[in-house]
């Protein structure tokens, strides 16, 4: 399968972290079975998980980067979404592994042994972790993949629990505090559950196809700064993600006099300028209503010659009247109620 310029750079991002994930679980081990800190094994088991997430987004990427066929006539983009739930439900499951190693390290009394040792191999494991992170976050920022995204997150959540496990580790070095070891465990668990929630609930919804009002909001200003006259008002709008690309529908009113042919390439024309100024990869399609006389007031087209009323101004697209569904009979339009 040939790739893309940017399903290139999307691939050679996850590879990246796959690993660099698998170096710094090896070193997070290591560091575990030379102390046998509980703080140090709840970061190493995170470290499988992002291993496991990185191997995973990987395979996503790939099969992610497919063009559309006739099966998956809308492409195949939404398998970032089960991506990053899988990733938050790994995540989740690490939290209560963790809380488990910190319980039966509570009961047992284990101690720590060579403190020092093991913070140094934490801090090294910790600054990579950080900056993985960025570079994931910045790659699926540039690349717009949420798979990358999602694992620089990830990554990032790790870098912010090794500090949790250091700040452990050196209050047991200082006090000398077995059980300050396993609270630290308790407190990452707590935050890693929360993170994968978060991961589970927003990938669910993206999957359930919820109204992003941001991504409509970004769509309207678009719309509004490309509009031109005869592209009268715009409603029933809706947009769906797949990954990175973005599906819009919309219906459009625009003069009644125009011909079918007229009307085609002008709406064609306005959803390519939308795109443009947008800045979106996806597909924009746009279903004609004719205006029926019932917008002359906010129809700023000069030459229409069946114009029942004066223009009086254009108000500004907004989100509840881009939304509305078609007209039902007799109803006047929401710019003019």
């Known amino acids: 399968m040939r790739l893309e310029r940017a399903d290139r750079a999307r691939l050679a991002a996850g590879l ?90 509570l009961i047992h009394s284990a101690p720590v042994q060579k403190v020092d040792l093991g913070i140094l191999i934490t801090v090294a494991a910790g600054v990579a972790n950080m900056f993985l992170g960025l570079f994931l976050i910045r790659a699926g920022r540039k690349t717009n993949s949420l798979i990358l995204t999602a694992d620089g997150q990830h990554v990032l959540s790790d870098f912010y629990t090794t500090i949790g496990v250091v700040i452990g580790l050196v209050l047991v070095r200082l006090t000398g505090i077995a059980w300050l070891d396993p609270l630290v465990a308790y407190a990452i668990a707590i935050h890693l559950a929360r993170t994968g929630f978060l991961m589970v609930r927003h990938s669910a919804r993206a999957l359930l196809d919820e109204e992003d009002s941001g991504l409509l909001g970004r769509i309207l200003e678009a719309g509004e700064a490309v509009r031109a006259p005869g592209i009268i008002r715009l409603h029933h709008l809706r947009a769906i993600r797949a990954g990175r690309f973005t599906h819009v529908d919309a219906h459009i009113v625009v003069p009644e006099f125009w011909s079918v042919e007229e009307a085609h390439e002008r709406t064609d024309a306005f959803e390519r300028r939308l795109l443009d100024e947008c800045r979106i990869e996806g597909e924009v399609a746009f279903h004609t209503d004719p205006c029926r006389r019932l917008f002359c007031k906010v129809c700023d087209l000069s030459d229409c010659p069946i114009r029942a009323a004066a223009f009086e ?16 009979p007799g109803q006047p339009p929401p710019v003019l109620a």
């Open 313 to 328: 101004r254009r108000p500004i697209l907004t989100l509840e009247e881009a939304t509305q569904p078609d007209l039902a």
């Open 16 to 105: 990246a972290s796959l690993c660099v994930g698998a170096i710094l679980m090896a070193a997070k081990f290591a560091a575990f079975k030379m102390t046998g800190s509980s703080a140090i094994f709840s970061d190493a088991l995170e470290s499988i998980v992002n291993v496991l997430a990185a191997a995973f987004a990987v395979g996503s990427i790939l099969f992610a980067g497919r063009p559309a066929d006739r099966g998956h006539p809308y492409g195949h983009g939404k398998i970032e979404f089960f991506s990053a739930a899988f990733e938050g439900g790994l995540i989740a499951f690490a939290a209560v592994l963790i809380a488990y190693k910190a319980t039966e390290s």
